[in-house]
């Protein structure tokens, strides 16, 4: 079994920040990358950050120069510091793991960007 762990979403104005966390474990072989994704209403789930083994990263365009991927020591956490925040960045947003074909989803964590 493998399992993700979120924390951190939550109500925030515009040009405020968050900082999402994630936490693997379970029966995990091979990690090659982690990343967030999310889900607005009425859109699809879409990409918004990814970083490897060796801590390269990418990011949507939407996000760039606002939001920050980064991982722990040992490669079995993920965070995300979310910087000036837009209406248009609210959704669930979601943990993902990949190990080798496979993908692991974390539950999920509501960010809202309200005035």
């Known amino acids: 079994q493998v399992r993700l762990a979120e924390s951190g979403g939550g109500l925030v104005q515009p040009g405020g920040s968050l900082r999402l966390s994630c936490a693997a474990s379970?029966?995990?072989?091979?990690?090659?990358?982690m990343g967030w994704y999310r889900q607005a209403p009425g859109k699809q789930r879409e990409l918004v950050a990814r970083i490897t083994s060796g801590r390269s990263t990418n990011y949507a365009d939407s996000v760039k120069g606002r939001f920050t991927i980064s991982r722990n020591n040992a490669g079995n956490a993920v965070y995300l510091q979310m910087n000036n925040l837009k209406p248009e960045d609210t959704a669930v947003y979601y943990c993902?793991?990949?190990?080798?074909?496979?993908?692991?989803w974390g539950r999920g964590t509501q960010v809202t960007v309200s005035s």
């Open positions: 379970g029966s995990i072989f091979s990690i090659n990358t």
């Open positions: 993902n793991l990949e190990v080798l074909s496979d993908n692991y």
